[in-house]
């Protein structure tokens, strides 16, 4: 019997690279993003990778929690979120979702993808958080964040 060794996120981002790749090769741009979230998830999947779909993020606040603060597009492995996208050009607020879903999960490393482009490798951001277990807090400061705009309102 093989023993499957555990991937590191360096690993995992070529394998879930290439099989985006795979995918925009096959579909093309322009499809729904959950086209795409669907046919990357099974092509991750044949490969014997664990992939979750649509995984909820909590955001804590006090003895709050928000259950689905945020949800992940995909979760590879447990390690990595990959986030999906169909538009035409990226805006910054995309990768600071990602960021964000990678500090309140205390998750490493995030992708990005925009499978809007014409040519998928335009379309790829690689988000990383190097700040270790600071979901607590910095759910704090989102809440406060979103907060201020509910009182205009």
Known sequence: METKLPLDENQLSKIILDAAFKVHTKT??????????????????????RVERQVP?????DELVFDEGFRADLLVEDKVIVELKSVEKLASVHSKQVLTQLRLSNRRLGLLLNFGEVHLKHGIERVSNGAPNIAPSFGK????????????A
């Open 57 to 61: 993020i909590p955001i804590h606040y």
């Open 141 to 152: 400061k989102l809440f406060s964040f979103f907060a201020s705009f509910a009182s205009f």
């Open 28 to 49: 093309g741009p322009g499809l729904l993003e959950t086209i795409y979230e669907v046919t990357l998830a099974y092509e991750l999947r044949k490969q014997g990778l």
